[in-house]
């Protein structure tokens, strides 16, 4: 019989061991942000319907959540506010006492540990629920870099790590880095949403934010999800502008733009494994379709595969349980 010329890669399969020696990506608790839902109230902690397992929690009950994330190992929050008022422009957005606020300071009293970001955006706080202020139905840019920078400032005053603006307003970047600057927070990092497609995944995470629109949609400022240019102009104005890191989101239907971000900037990437993204998979692991402990470590590596350096991600505390069995 002739020579038959080929490769033989089972080699490196052949047992666990084996293969643990040539894995190349690995991922972490250290890795992984966790988002809170705050509301205001007391002894709230009321599961989101399209969210099985993620629960919009009032501050009396915060502690305790956050106290279980240290115990997992989990180091890193992203805080969501969803206030008792809306206005025309998100007032409760850039109070001193606002909901966020409140929940900013009593993590890094109670929880000093834990890096907090600030998610810094009007949705859940404008009545017509859009990221920005509306004149003449429609979002105006300049304007509603003022109210950003506001809030930007007093969640840094009450103690945020991080503030990550996600409300695609043009120049947001430069804006809440010169307000946080000129208000002395230039040690404070800004976590920008570089890249943020107009999503359906983020269908379950207004459910639980209350910040859906009450007019039109989002696609005058995010992005359209049919582009890869933009996607790379977008990181690059960030960049330009003093962002620290950056974002992706939503990450899985969007691993080639991750890779794409990371092969071209030199900052930290992060994956948002956005709200959709976690539904479909709980709904058909209760279904029992698919195995959830292993689709979730499949899904969160390959977004670490694909560059992203953090993962925010409703799906800290179980893969915080799986990696630490
Ligand atoms: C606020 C914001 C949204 C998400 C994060 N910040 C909603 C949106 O843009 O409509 C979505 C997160 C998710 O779906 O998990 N602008």
């Known amino acids: 019989m002739s020579e038959l010329q080929f490769k033989r890669h089972r080699r490196l399969r052949r047992t666990d061991s084996m293969r643990a020696l040539v894995r190349e990506t690995h991922l972490r608790t250290e890795d992984l942000i966790f988002p809170i839902f705050v509301v205001e109230g007391e002894k709230v902690k009321n599961e989101v319907a399209s969210m099985p397992g993620v629960h919009q929690v009032s501050l009396d009950h915060l502690t305790e959540e956050m106290n279980e994330l240290v115990d997992l190992g989990i180091r890193s929050v992203i805080v969501f506010g969803v206030p008792g008022e809306k206005d025309e422009v998100g007032t409760q957005a850039y109070q001193q006492e606002g909901i966020v606020q409140r929940a900013i300071r009593q993590i890094k009293q109670d929880t000093p540990s834990l890096t907090v970001v600030a998610d810094t955006c009007l949705c859940q706080y404008t009545d017509h629920g859009h990221c920005g202020v ?25 103690g945020a790590d991080i503030i990550a603006p996600s409300n695609m307003m043009d120049g947001f970047v430069a804006a809440i880095r010169q307000g946080l600057d000129e208000a002395g927070y230039s040690q404070i990092p800004v976590m920008s949403y570089a890249v943020k497609y107009a999503s359906s995944f983020y269908g379950p995470f207004r459910d639980a934010a209350h910040s859906s629109p009450q007019f039109g949609d989002r696609r005058a400022y995010q992005m359209d999800p049919a582009n890869r240019l933009e996607a790379l102009r977008e990181a690059e104005s960030d960049v330009e502008e003093g962002a620290d890191f950056l974002i992706v989101k939503p990450a899985l239907a969007y691993l080639d733009i991750m890779r794409e971000v990371k092969d071209r900037f030199n900052l930290p990437l992060v994956a948002y494994n956005v709200s959709g993204e976690y539904s479909m998979i709980k709904a058909a692991a209760q279904n029992g379709w698919v195995n959830e402990e292993e689709i979730v470590l499949e899904k969160l590596t390959s977004m670490k595969r694909a560059g992203a350096d953090l993962i925010i991600t409703y799906f800290a505390k179980d893969a915080a349980r799986y990696l630490n069995k």
């Open 134 to 158: 509306v004149r003449d139905g429609e979002i105006v840019n300049d304007e509603s870099l003022h109210y950003l920078t506001q809030t930007a400032i007093t969640q840094a005053e009450a």
